[in-house]
């Protein structure tokens, strides 16, 4: 039986991944700060310990650790997000090495959000524009770090992984919650795009790059990005809900503030194509929004 390793895996995207490989009839073993159940193993994300042992003969290595960017950005928060990211990749580059038969793969997860605001250019893999901000810094540190370290047994890959939507966690809870309130207009303008995946296709992803033996860097989104407006319109005709009220950057700013994040989640225009993917072959299961969105409200 093949084995497959989720650091930070207790999360949304860590039960997408340990259901899907566990129906494929992987074991999956989770490294966490809390163990919970039989398959979890004690981690505290920068230091070495029995966890690593895990890591011998392991089909893939998928590190999705990290502090969540849903937060003000404080200098501690900040300060929690950078740490939390370089250091977890450094002690599983380390811990990696140490292995005799290391994993053969090594997903280390990065975000969409290392490609500059966008309305009309398509961020591709190859000719995506990077800048210079919080975001953007944060993304391009945990890259370097990552493709820094040498590990000569082990193919390596960066995902470069946009919202994804499923029926038990992520944004999908918040923005049904909010159209279900009477609260869904637009955000803003409504002409941001944005980038998405169904939590399907985010797990055949990264089966399907394993299956191919592919490496490097990979945009992990839906290849039709939508916009805010299509997005919320989209999901009030699926939830069966007729008015939404829009909100102004004003609002969203107040709001923001009240319950303890940051606007730049609803108002960066995120305009990510998975080329690579595409041109690999891989087939999307679901490739609108509108599919997406009808799938996971079943």
């Given at each position: 039986m093949k084995t497959i390793i989720i650091a930070g895996g207790t999360g949304f995207l860590g039960q997408v991944l340990e259901r899907y490989f566990e129906a494929k009839k992987y074991k999956v073993k989770i490294l966490t700060r809390q163990p919970k159940k039989e398959n979890h193993l004690y981690w505290d994300g920068k230091n070495l310990n029995d966890w690593q042992h895990s890591?011998?003969?392991?089909?893939?290595?998928?590190?999705?650790?990290?502090?969540?960017?849903?937060?003000?950005?404080?200098?501690?928060?900040?300060?929690?997000?950078?740490?939390?990211?370089i250091d977890s990749t450094n002690v599983l580059g380390l811990a990696l090495n140490l292995c005799e038969n290391p994993p053969n793969y090594w997903f280390n997860s990065s975000t969409a959000t290392?490609?500059?605001?966008?309305?009309?250019?398509?961020?591709?893999?190859?000719?995506?524009?990077?800048?210079?901000?919080?975001?953007?810094?944060?993304?391009?540190?945990?890259?370097?770090?990552?493709?820094?370290?040498?590990?000569?047994?082990?193919?390596?890959?960066?995902?470069?992984?946009?919202?994804?939507?499923?029926?038990?966690?992520?944004?999908?809870?918040?923005?049904?919650?909010?159209?279900?309130?009477?609260?869904?207009?637009?955000q803003w303008h409504g002409k941001q795009k944005v980038s998405w995946i169904h939590e399907l296709d985010f797990a055949r992803a990264i089966d399907f790059i394993m299956t191919e033996n592919l490496e490097g860097t990979f945009n992990i989104v839906a290849p039709n990005p939508t916009d805010n407006q299509t997005?919320?319109?989209?999901?009030?005709?699926?939830?069966?809900?007729?008015?939404?009220?829009?909100?102004?950057?004003?609002?969203?700013?107040?709001?923001?503030?009240?319950?303890?994040?940051?606007?730049?989640?609803?108002?960066?225009?995120?305009?990510?194509?998975?080329?690579?993917?595409?041109?690999?072959?891989?087939?999307?299961?679901?490739?609108t929004i509108l599919s997406t969105l009808k799938a996971i409200s079943k």
């Open positions: 890591l011998e003969n392991a089909e893939a290595l998928i590190n999705l650790a990290g502090k969540s960017v849903d937060c003000r950005y404080t200098e501690e928060n900040k300060k929690k997000i950078y740490n939390s990211r290392i490609y500059e605001d966008s309305y009309s250019k398509e961020m591709t893999e190859e000719n995506g524009d990077i800048s210079d901000d919080f975001s953007m810094n944060i993304a391009k540190s945990w890259e370097k770090s990552f493709n820094e370290i040498t590990n000569p047994k082990t193919q390596k890959v960066v995902m470069r992984t946009s919202i994804v939507f499923g029926k038990q966690g992520g944004a999908y809870i918040l923005l049904k919650r909010l159209v279900q309130l009477g609260l869904g207009g637009k997005l919320m319109k989209t999901l009030r005709s699926v939830l069966k809900v007729p008015f939404g009220i829009s909100h102004p950057k004003w609002l969203l700013e107040f709001g923001a503030k009240l319950i303890g994040t940051e606007t730049e989640l609803v108002l960066k225009s995120r305009n990510v194509i998975p080329d690579k993917l595409l041109k690999s072959g891989f087939k999307f299961k679901h490739d």
